[in-house]
């Protein structure tokens, strides 16, 4: 009974997954830019608490900034803008149920949809949006949020896959990045605060790759 219970998820997952790229296929196709954006608003008021949402989050709007990155990223900052000015006491905001919840989880998302959405845009548009609309939110998000190391590897991932988009554009060689001192920086002090005499977690490991592709 385990077992079938188990291959009834894994198709539920799977077909959840290809719903959420064939909406993102649908929106990138969609020449009403207004509804596309009305579409994305609404993808981003989403339960971040459930995995399944915030995977379809990055998946949708991975696949529909193929077409639409101007579209997609403004959506983003606006969302993040807006989630900023909500207000929160300052007990509420120090709990840590809260610190590690719905915002978090929120925060956490955006910056994977991020990095996700720089490895499939276009190619000649990326390198004019790759530092304040994307580095820069990326590095917002990560600082107002709860640094444990669930948020430390999303970070790492960030650097991985922005660095790996930035190598693959045809004018990488002559690019200055301007966040590359400062994300180096995180990654040797992720590295530093890791104990030396055990690999308690793989965040040392993907530290090192991710200097490596930064470099």
């Known amino acids: ?12 997952i799977l077909h959840q997954s290809f719903l959420y790229k ?14 596309v954006k009305s579409q994305i608003h609404t993808l981003l008021t989403t339960d971040y608490m459930e995995a399944p ?4 989050v990055i998946s949708i709007l991975t696949v529909c900034a193929e077409s639409h990155l101007d579209l997609a990223l403004n ?7 807006a989630m900023s000015k909500v207000k929160i006491s300052g007990f509420i905001s120090h709990l840590k149920d809260y610190r590690h919840g719905t915002r978090g989880k929120t925060r956490s998302t955006l910056m994977l949809t991020y ?5 499939h845009a276009p190619k000649e548009q990326l390198l004019s949006r790759v530092e304040a ?4 939110n990326v590095l917002h998000h990560y600082r107002t949020s709860c640094q444990d190391m669930y948020l430390k590897l999303t970070l790492i991932q960030n650097v991985t896959e922005i660095s790996c988009a930035i190598l693959e554009t045809r004018d990488s060689q ?6 590359k001192l400062e994300l180096l920086g995180s990654m040797l002090n992720f590295i530093k605060k890791e104990p030396r005499d055990t690999l308690a977690s793989p ?6 790759l991710a200097i490596g592709h930064l470099r």
């Open 1 to 12: 009974m385990d077992a079938w219970n188990y291959i009834w998820r894994s198709r539920g």
């Open 22 to 35: 064939a909406l993102g296929m649908s929106l990138a196709a969609c020449e009403d830019l207004v509804h």
């Open 53 to 56: 949402e915030r995977q379809g």
């Open 75 to 81: 959506a983003l900052q606006e969302f993040g803008a």
């Open 115 to 119: 990095s996700n959405v720089t490895v």
């Open 133 to 136: 609309d994307i580095t820069g």
């Open 174 to 179: 002559k690019f200055e990045f301007s966040y």
């Open 203 to 208: 965040v040392r490991y993907k530290a090192i």
